[in-house]
C-alpha cells in the first residue's frame, strides 16, 4: 500500500499537530477521561449496529471506523505525552500473549 505508515509515523503526525497548540497534551487523567468518553461512543455505534437499539432519528451518523479512530487518536496522546513508544509496547503486548496464551486457542490447522 501507498499510505503504509508505522506507529512511529502516527505518532510523530500526531506530536506535530499537537505541539501547535500552547495548551499542548492534556493531563494523564483528563485523557483517560477521554479515552473513556470515547469508548463509550464506539459501544454506542457498536450497539446500535449490531445490538437491539436502533438510532434515534435525530442522532448524529457516527461510524465505528471514526470511533476506532477517536480512539486511536487519544491513544497515540496518551502515549506521546508519557513518552512511550507505541511499537515497543505492541512488541511487549505480542510477546506476552505469544507466550503466557500460546496454547489458549484452538489454532487453525494450516497443514492442508
Known amino acids: 500500500?501507498?499510505?503504509e505508515r508505522t506507529l512511529k509515523d502516527l505518532q510523530d503526525e500526531v506530536h506535530a499537530y499537537i505541539s501547535q497548540f500552547k495548551e499542548g497534551y492534556f493531563s494523564p487523567l483528563s485523557m483517560l477521561?477521554?479515552?473513556?468518553?470515547?469508548?463509550?461512543?464506539l459501544a454506542r455505534e457498536v450497539n446500535h449496529q449490531f445490538g437491539e437499539k436502533p438510532k434515534k432519528a435525530s442522532e448524529a451518523d457516527?461510524?465505528?471506523?471514526l470511533?476506532?479512530?477517536d480512539i486511536l487518536f487519544i491513544t497515540i496522546c496518551f502515549a506521546n505525552s508519557l513518552g512511550?513508544?507505541?511499537?515497543?509496547?505492541?512488541?511487549?503486548?505480542m510477546s506476552k500473549f505469544q507466550t503466557r496464551d500460546a496454547n489458549r486457542w484452538t489454532k487453525i490447522?494450516?497443514?492442508s
Open 1 to 3: 500500500m501507498e499510505n
Open 33 to 41: 477521561a477521554r479515552m473513556s468518553e470515547e469508548v463509550g461512543e
Open 62 to 65: 457516527n461510524s465505528i471506523e
Open 67 to 69: 470511533e476506532l479512530g
Open 84 to 93: 512511550i513508544d507505541l511499537t515497543e509496547a505492541h512488541d511487549k503486548v
Open 109 to 111: 490447522n494450516t497443514d
